[in-house]
Nanobody, 119 residues
Framework: QVQLVESGGGSVQAGGSLRLSCAASGYTRGTSYCRYDMSWYRQAPGKEREFVSGIYSNGSTRDGDSVTGRYTITQNDAKNTLYLQMDSLKPEDTDMYYC?????????WGQGTQVTVSS
């Protein structure tokens, strides 16, 4: 069973940094069943879900326009863990952050970790 568990959220002041982690278990990445790609999304109550950052099987990464240059997605394959380094945080970065993967055309989401940035 696919499990994604996020951690590392918290409250910081504007300009600060946080590092989110996503521990993946219950599946094997990069097979005909589960894609290798993994992503971070964020969403606040009443707001649309927003793509934050993704990492792909060819090693490339892609960031959403609002976080480019401030966030960095990385991974540790040996630990089956995805990371999101967030620097120069802004109050508008306040959201619930989710780790996402896809298996058999189904998107799996973790429970999320809350990030709150105060001005």
């Amino acid at each position: 069973q696919v499990q994604l568990v996020e951690s590392g959220g918290g409250s910081v002041q504007a300009g600060g940094s946080l590092r989110l982690s996503c521990a993946a278990s219950g599946y094997t990445r990069g097979t005909s069943y589960c894609r290798y790609d993994m992503s971070w999304y964020r969403q606040a109550p009443g707001k649309e879900r927003e793509f934050v950052s993704g990492i792909y099987s060819n090693g490339s990464t892609r960031d959403g326009d609002s976080v480019t240059g401030r966030y960095t997605i990385t991974q540790n394959d040996a630990k089956n863990t995805l990371y999101l380094q967030m620097d120069s945080l802004k109050p508008e970065d306040t959201d619930m952050y989710y780790c996402v993967t896809r298996c058999a055309s189904v998107m799996y989401w973790g429970q999320g970790t809350q990030v709150t940035v105060s001005s």
